[in-house]
Every structure is written in C-alpha cells, then in structure tokens.
C-alpha cells in the first residue's frame, strides 16, 4: 500500500491524472448543468397612488393570466395568495396552462400550506411547453369550510405583456382594469466549474508534458544524439 | 556565537522601537500640538439663534451650478433607465427635477444660503470648527477667518454631511471674526445650527504610528546590510506592510480607490454561503454611499454611526448561487476578512480594515515569491511591488493587486526562461507560469496575451518536439479560451442574466451611450479612422505622464505626486537594468526577445485600449474613455527587462543598491500617505 503510493505520488503519474480529472470536469459540465431559476418580476408592487387589490378564488370562473413568454420555456408562475384570515383547510387551487385553447399543463397546490398571505412559487409540469403566448387559468378544485374562499392579489397596473381577467371582483371594481401580482419564472443552465475545468485540463496537460516526456522517452532521446 | 549575533540583533530593534516612540511622542506633543499648548482655551459654543449678539444669521435663496460630474452622473441615470425601458418593452418618459433650472446654457440647482456672521470678541486660536445643523441631503460651507477686520484665510470648506448632521472643518488660524456661509438643499432652521470652536490638545495617533513608522523603516535600511544583499523580498515584505497598513488605517472606510465599491460589494457576498445579509452599512457601502470623513472627529461620528447601521438583526436578505463564478473568486482575499470580521462581530470599520489586509497580505506573499524567484533582478521586481500605485490598490478593496501580483510573477518566471535559454522547461516552472496567468487574467483576460511570449520559446527548452508542441499548443488554447470568454461568457445564475448575457446590450453602464456590437461595427466600418484614434490616444497619454501634466503615481481618487517622483523613480529603474551590481555576472534577453518583447506590450496596451473604446466609450466618440496608468503596470517588467545586457556594471555592492531602491520607494510612498492620506483625512 505504502509502495503504491509512493508510486503514484511521482508527478508523472499525479500530473497526467489531474489532466484526466480536469478533462472529466469540462466533459461533465456540459452533460450535467446545473440548472437554475431566473425571477422576472413583472408586477409585485403597487404605483405611489393605486391600491391593492383582491380577486377572489371560485369553484367556478377561473381568473385567467394571458402573457407572451417572449420564446422562453415558463418554468413557472409566482403570484400572491391572500387566505383572508381563514386556514382554508382542504382548499386545493388548480393552475392549468392552455396553449391554443389547449391544456398542456394541470397544477395542483394545497392553500392550506402557507401564510395568511403568501407569494408561492407555482412550478408547472410539462413546463418545456409553455412557451409563446399562452394562458393561465387558477380556480379552486375544493373548498374546506372557509366562510371566504382565497383569493389572489393584484392591482391596477398597465403590464405590457400580461393581461388579467376575473369575473368575480369586489365592489367598485367592476370596471377597472386590474392586473394579477406576479414573477415569471423561466431557468437557464449553468456551468460552474466548466471555466476551471477547461482552463485546467490545458494547463495540466503542459505541466504533463514536461514530466512525462523527459521521463518515458525524452532524456533517452537526447542522451541518443 | 550565532545566537548572540540574533540577540544582538533583537536587542538593536528594541532600542530602535524605544527611540523611535520616543521621538514620535516628542514631536507630536510639542511641534504638531504647540498651538494647543501655547493657546490654551475652553472650547466655545455659538448660538445662532439669535439669543447671542455675537452671532447674526442671513437666509437667503441661491443658484449653486452643478459640476461636470454631477451632470454626468444624471446623464448616465437616465440612459440606463431607459435602456432598462427599452429592454422591458416600456415607453422612456424623463423624469423632471424642479430643483434644477437652466440659465444660458449652464445648469444650475436651487438652494438655500445661510450666512453667519460670527464677533468672536477676543482673538482666539481656531483649531477646528464644528458645524452641527439637521440636513436631509449633504450640505456644504465656506469660512471666512478673520482677524481686526482683515481676511486671513477665505480657503476652508466643508461638508455636512446628512448621514452624521455634522461638518466639522479644520481652520488652524489666530482670529477673531468669522463668516460662515452655508449652501443647502433645504433651509435651515437657525436654531438647529449648533457651532463649537475648538483648540484642544489631542495627540493624532496616525501622525504618531507614522512617525514611528517611517524610523523603523530607516532603521532596516541601515541595519539589514545581509537582507539587502540577497532577501530583498524580506524587506520588501516588512516595508509594503508597513506601508499599507498605514493606508488602511489612516483612509478607513473612505471609499477612494477605482470603483471600491463595486468590488467590496462582490467581496462581501462572496463571504457568504447562499444566504447573503447586508446590513445598512453593507449597502451603503456596496452603493457607493459611505460618507467620507476628513478629519479624526468626523471619522469617529461616521464609525459610530456605521456601527449603529451594522446591525444584522435587521440586516436585508437575499441569496446567491451556491456556486461562485469564477471571475469572482479573485475577491477571496477580502472575503476572508469580511467574514472573519463578522464571526469576530468586530465594528464596521474594523471588519473592512480586515478585508484590506487580507489583500495587502496576499499581494504581499505573491510578490514575495515574485522577487525570491527573479534571477538577477530582482532590485526592479521589488521596484514595481512597492510602485505608489500598487501598495495603495494593495491596502484598497481591489482585485487589482492580485492581478498584477499574479502577473508580476508569471513575467518573472517566462523572463528566467529567457535568459537562461539552454536550460529545459521543468514541470513545475510550466504549472506555475501557467497557473499565474491563469489566476492573474481571471477578472482580467486581456493580459494573456503576455504570456504569448512563451510561444518563441526556443526548441532547447524541451525536451523533443512532441513536448514542444503539445506545451505551445496548450499555450495558445490557454489563451485563446480566455480570450473568448470575454465575448461569450460561461452562463451564470441570476435574473438578470438574459439582459447580462445579451451583447446587443453589453456595454459599460457607468457611461452614456457605450454599445459593444455598435462600437466593434464602427471599428470595422472605419478602421483607418480608429487607428489614427487609438495611435494618437496612446501617445497623448505616454506624453501625459512623461512630459507633464499628470502624475504617474497615484493614490486613487485622493491625489497624485508631482512629475518629478515619476522621473526619479524612471531614472532609479533605468540604472537598475542598465548596471548590473559590482561584481555580478548579468545577460541580456537578446535581440529576438526584445523585439518580441516591445511588439507584445504595443499589441497588449492596443488591446487594454480597444477594450476600453469598445465597453466604456460612446459608440463613434472621437476619444477613448477610462484609460488609466495602472493598466499598464504588468508590461513595466518586460519592458524593463529589455534593458539587461551583460556589459555594463555600477560600482555600487547589491546591498547599496537596494538601500537606493527601498529608499527612494520607501521616501516616496510615505511621502504621499504623509500628503494625501494623514493631512488630507487625519488631522
């Protein structure tokens, strides 16, 4: 054990291993990225002179969120829920998202969860295609005991790429333009070791070079001539 | 016998630290505090709010024009934001500031005067002046000193600064009259003016620690004949911290270095995990909006009120990657500090103290290496290590010093290849050449083409051909993937990465009008054009810093040194190059390595140049922006080195010669911390 390591510690094997490891690393970066979310915040706050304002949930007429992904692949929405006071126990929300009047993704999330109010992360399935100008519909799959059902925030800001309708709105609000408060979610991959590792592998394979060559054949050549 | 000799030694440093205290205290007590001991007086307390007849208060309102920089600074505001409106597919409107008005061409900003007229009565000393008024943004004042009618000094301004309500100015003057006019933002209730006059006796600690400093570094100069003959990086080691720990301690947390504050935010996020916590003095800092102090009285309310806002308890939180990119890993150095200094829960200024020195530590220890490793010149390595510039880059929150450390000492190993041209390449001289470049062009990659030089590496350096090609091959790919990193950066976390990322946006967002795609399209639409601009901008500059006009050595934005520290130090490297030591065997790097020496600096400066025209200048502009001295530091060894031949020898011993070199970097560094750092914010 001791003999093979004493072996292995000669940079001309050490040397042409961390090569190898280095070219594993910049391979490996390619095939396993890491994949992370990117947040565009699209509406979350109000203007100095609106007001917030809440659109209830229903069983029956979903609040329906129309935008253009801008040809990005939607990983998913985050929007505010208000449980107005309420545990909303056994209350389950369904997102879907409709691409040409067709659903390509159904989303289910427990209301319960949260907090009162809460800006939850809804991640859609089959998320690849949400892209291009799709539509989001939330209604209420189930309703627990709660007086009032939950409903989501918005308010009345002018969204360029987002258009929200509700049928169910509070008093006064019949008429007014709103707008659902939400990020878009979209993801990108990363390579967090790809710029070491490819940087590295040349490095190392010319630090190779110096040991292996003098060492296997170099030396006996210019001790030949 | 050997023993005693290091007894000897130590015991000569003890009696040299008791002198030089002695000394020090001395000084201070009787030559700086003479006015204290000779005037001695209570301070006095004014009331300008009318209840004193020796105080009378004028408001008034006032047009203060606004500087270059200010309206540059609004300039650069609002391109960015309608960039950013243009991104998200929204209209730009500009916003209107009522504050501000146009009057023939000039802009101008409404503000509120307050003079007040002080009667001293009897003719006091004035040390300092303390000006205590609640203002929302920063305010500034004037004073008149006067003495049996007469103006005896109309130079003294000051701020007050909003964060601290307080502006306390240094007057040093015999007087017994004064006018003080106040310009501000918002009128200012004369009943909230409180103004102190002041002539205490109060020893200055930084003038003190200098003073000892600066004798203890005489002292090595003339004790340490071994060290100077052949462990000058030991020297250079004690004198650079010296040096630098005088720069972190007298400019604290002024925020005065190139865009300190960018990269003290990059380093204080890296000193966390995934979850990031800024205090209101992190942010502040990260933001550029620490405020300066200018004196030890305002220095001490800015550090208390720092401490207040560094409070974690309502610190602001975010996250990060758990993966740190890899152009950020040059800020460990300071990320240590950070975090130590949090762990330790040390006071604000304290913890950034700490990432400084971890800075200066580590450019220390590079350098080290640097002038361990150089053969025979290692005099002008330690030269360019204790350069003004680099020592103050060293003691600032900057990635600089490890970029020119970096590739001092790859340049140090290439040029050891080059004169000694028969010996082979070792392994570990290729690791270490290479993993300098390779740490050194991280947040700077256009400085790989230096290590270019390596390609003209003569066949006697390997061992066959297949190692020959296979190390120049590895050479050029090192190169060319940092190169090409800088065009397609590896994707990173982040939500603004599809805006970061997007080079029909890439452009320097600190200027008006800067394009990347735009720029390198009128480069190529007119190429004559742009190389009359970039001969011509090259040339202006050179005759800048040789011929007059601008000092080389610069200690960021707090000054520079006059022309003649530029010649002087020129001259002392020259004969450094020119003369080899008494008795010492030197070679030159050869015909073939000087020229290729003077074509990679031309190509690499052109390139340092373009990088700038392209991301920092606006598209078609007929100058290029942002160029400064220091990018040039890294080519000064091979160019300097070009100078070596074996002919020419100086008649001084190694360890005299070092004495000059220590000695004239050692006189002008603190020359300038004297100059710049002690008088301009300590006293």
Known sequence: MKRLKQKLWKPYIILPMLTLFFLAGFIGSYIFPNTVLDTFVINMEEEEDDTEVLLPLSLQEPIVYELNTKGLPMRGIQVGINKRGYAQENTTLVYAVYKEEECISRNVYGVAAGDDIQYVYLPFENYEACIGDIKITFLLETAGDAETYPALMANHAQIEHGKTTAENRPEGEEEKQVALKCSHIYTHDTYPFLYDCRLLTFVFLAASMAVVYPQRSGKEEKHAE | ?683
């Open chain 2, 1 to 683: 016998m050997q023993n005693n000799q290091k007894w000897k030694h130590v015991f000569q440093y003890i009696i040299v630290l008791i002198v030089a205290v002695t000394i020090a205290l001395l000084v201070e007590c009787l030559i700086f505090q003479f006015p204290a001991l000779r005037y001695k007086q209570n301070p006095i307390r004014l009331n300008p709010d009318g209840s004193d007849d020796m105080v009378q208060v004028l408001v008034e309102d006032e047009l203060a024009e606004l500087t270059a920089e200010e309206i540059r600074s609004i300039e650069v505001e609002r391109d960015n934001n309608r960039i950013l409106a243009e991104y998200n597919g929204e209209e730009y409107v500009e916003p209107e500031d009522e504050s501000l008005v146009e009057k023939n061409g000039t802009m101008y900003r409404k503000v509120k005067k307050t003079t007040i007229s002080v009667d001293l009565g009897n003719p006091c000393y004035i040390h300092k002046l303390d000006l205590r008024a609640p203002v929302e943004e920063s305010a500034g004042y004037s004073v008149v000193v006067l003495k049996d009618g007469k103006e005896i000094n109309s130079d003294i301004y000051c701020t007050i600064e909003a964060k601290i309500d307080a502006g306390i100015a240094n007057v040093s003057e015999y007087a017994d009259a004064m006018e003080i006019e106040i310009l501000s933002r918002e009128e200012i209730v004369p009943e909230d003016i409180e103004i102190t006059v002041s002539n205490s006796f109060r020893p200055n600690a930084m003038r003190v620690a200098f003073m000892i400093l600066l004798l203890l570094m005489a002292a090595i100069l003339v004790l340490e004949k071994t060290a100077l003959h052949d462990k000058q990086e030991w020297i250079f080691a004690v004198t650079c911290f010296m040096m630098g720990s005088l720069l972190i301690c007298g400019i604290g947390t002024n925020q005065v270095s190139y865009d300190e504050y960018v990269h003290a935010k990059a380093a204080y996020k890296l000193s966390f995990g995934t979850t990031l916590e800024f205090t209101e003095s992190a942010l502040q800092m990260s933001g550029n909006l620490l405020p300066l102090f200018n004196n030890p009285e305002e220095r001490a309310l800015i550090e208390a009120y720092e401490n207040k806002n560094n409070d974690f308890s309502w610190a602001d939180i975010g996250s990060q990657s758990r993966f740190v990119r890899s152009e950020t890993r040059v800020y460990y150095p300071m990320a240590v500090g950070f975090w130590i200094g949090r762990h330790l829960q040390m006071g604000f200024a304290e913890t950034v103290a700490l990432a400084k020195f971890g800075n200066l530590l580590f450019y220390i220890l590079v350098v080290f290496f640097a002038i361990r490793l150089a053969v025979r010149y290692k005099n002008i390595v330690a030269l360019i290590g204790l350069l003004p510039n680099n020592v103050f880059l060293a003691a600032a929150l900057s990635y600089d010093p490890l970029v020119i450390s970096f590739l001092l000492l790859g340049m140090v190993l290439i040029i050891n290849e080059i004169l000694e041209p028969e010996r082979e390449l070792t392994w570990q001289n290729t690791l270490l050449i290479l993993l300098s470049f390779a740490i050194g062009c991280q947040s700077k990659p256009i400085y790989v083409v230096m290590a270019l030089l390596m390609l003209f590496f003569g066949k006697e350096k390997f061992a066959n051909r297949t190692q020959m090609w296979v190390f120049k091959a590895a050479v050029l790919v090192v190169a060319g993937l940092m190169i090409y990193n800088i065009f397609f950066p590896t994707p990173t976390a982040g939500s603004d990465y599809h805006l970061v990322s997007n080079i029909t946006y890439a452009g320097d967002k600190r200027n008006v009008g800067t394009s990347v795609m735009g720029q390198i399209e009128y480069i190529f639409g007119n190429p004559g054009v742009y190389t009359l601009l970039l001969l011509r901008s090259m040339g202006e500059m050179l005759g800048r810093y040789l011929l007059g006009g601008t000092g080389f050595f610069q200690y960021g934005y707090v000054g520079a040194a006059p022309m003649i520290a530029t010649y002087l130090v020129l001259l002392v490297a020259l004969w450094l190059v020119l003369f080899a030591a008494k008795g010492e065997k030197r070679r030159g790097i050869g015909i073939k390595f000087i020229l290729l020496n003077i074509l990679m600096i031309f190509g690499t400066a052109a390139i340092v140049w373009t990088s700038m025209y392209v991301s920092y200048t606006t598209v078609g502009a007929d100058e290029i922006r942002g160029v400064q001295g220091r990018y040039f530091i890294p080519m000064f060894l091979p160019f300097a080195v070009c100078f070596l031949n074996s002919k020419l020898e100086s008649r001084l011993e190694q360890h005299d010669r070092s004495r000059i070199v220590f000695g004239v970097m050692t006189v002008l560094n603190m020359a300038m911390i004297y100059g710049m750092v002690i008088t301009k914010m300590n006293i």
